[in-house]
């Protein structure tokens, strides 16, 4: 295949031929206007064509607008012909488009897609949901913008995941090409896409004291005041939130042990048990493990965390070196963790284990994944081994909540820095890594922010806040 650049007559042929099968009658653009703009210089009209029997056959055409500022390449309109449709051109079309604008140095590619939430109908809203997948699959990232133009509302994505908080500026440098300026006030506005936050807290939201700082706590309260909802998803079991944060989950959302609860106003809203048999497997291997290496034991059950007394007096003998204080204010004691298991086995919301032994915690780990059903593992930590129900995570009850208060996935930011938020950020339309994460959780992520040394979560919902007061 081969890309270059369309002459009049060809792009007067799509015009009239193609055009109005590929969009709705009020997204094209009188073709005066697009010739005109093609003039200038700012306006790129590409087809990619194939040689199919001797013969070029146009495969695609893409229409784009370079920006006033030569900094970013908006892509008006793409589309692959209906008749090769579903068998891969799409995505080789797309990666042809970027690599041009990559010889070109044109800047970062971005483009507009129609909010699901507004979709006429279910099948609409899922039309529009595969088509931010597809861009997603071929290297774009949502943002945390939306732009109204002409009263239809838009998401916008950007191929460059850097500069996920810089592309408004870019939008407005393309539609100071497009739009008169009259018109560029009046019939177009950018805003945040998002309605709500779900952060992680340990070494995510919070600082290294275990706290909210000032900053963080300002921003994130100023978030709630413009309608930005709050959900709280920790590992934590509900009854060791820190008060700050428990404070705010009675006026907002909490998804806690690992996504086994859910919490809306400070009341459980759902709640979700270990099997029986499985909490007493996990009872015999932990028995079992303990006859081999140091390691120790805590439930969750009720929004409480419990432990063993010798993990609660010397929690740096398992690889809580820092957490002593945590542990002992967070935890309570129990004489036989054996036998409160036995007698809560019914009841139980997670189960960790705890081992600074790397070598043997990992062939415990796989022990349990190969032999015991019914669980999910997960870690926030390297020492810890946490489990959960079969299916029950933080993405998970992401979208349980989600779906239950109304909120779309590209309507939701998320924060976190563990294993165990990975599958929180995939689903949320952002997610954002703190810079102190593990590797799995920055690769689920969009972004990457700075660390919760560096206040990474309120620098970022800040300039969410500055997007907000610009309107």
Known sequence: MMIRLLNKEEIAEIYHKKMPQDFAKGEIKPLERILMLRESGKYLCYGIFEYLNGTEKMVSYCFCVTSEAKDAVLLDYFAVSGDIRGKGYGSRCFAMLKEEIRKKELGNLILEVE????????????????????????????????????????????????????????????????LKPDKLKSKLSISTNIRCIATDLDRTILNEQGKLSEHTTKVIKAAMENGIGLIIASGRAYDTLPAEIAEIAKTQYAITSNGAVVSQNGECIRRSFLKEDGAEALLKEYLQAKERFLIT????????????????????????????????????????????????????????????????????????????????ITSSIEHLIEITPEGVSKGTSLKWLLEQIGIEPEECLAFGDGDNDADMLAYAGIGIAVENASDTAKNAANYVTKSHKSEGVGIVVEEILQILQKE
């Open 297 to 376: 034991m805590e439930v969750f059950w009720q929004g409480r965390a419990y432990c063993d007394k010798e993990y609660y007096e010397h929690p740096e003998r398992f690889g809580s070196q820092k957490a002593a204080e945590y542990v002992r204010t967070t935890r309570n004691a129990v004489d036989d963790m054996g036998g409160f298991v036995k007698e809560h086995k019914k009841e139980l919301e997670s189960i960790s284990f705890i081992s600074a032994q790397k070598d043997e915690r990992e062939k415990l780990k796989q022990k349990l994944t190969n032999e015991i059903k019914g669980i999910s």
């Open 115 to 178: 909010n699901p939430r507004f979709g006429i109908d279910p099948w609409d809203r899922e039309l529009r949901r595969r088509r931010i997948a597809f861009y997603i699959r071929n290297g774009m990232t949502l943002t945390h913008l939306r732009i109204f133009l002409y009263d239809v509302e838009y998401l916008v994505m950007t191929e460059d995941s850097g500069q996920l908080f810089q592309t408004a500026d870019q939008i407005y440098h393309t539609y100071q090409v497009l």
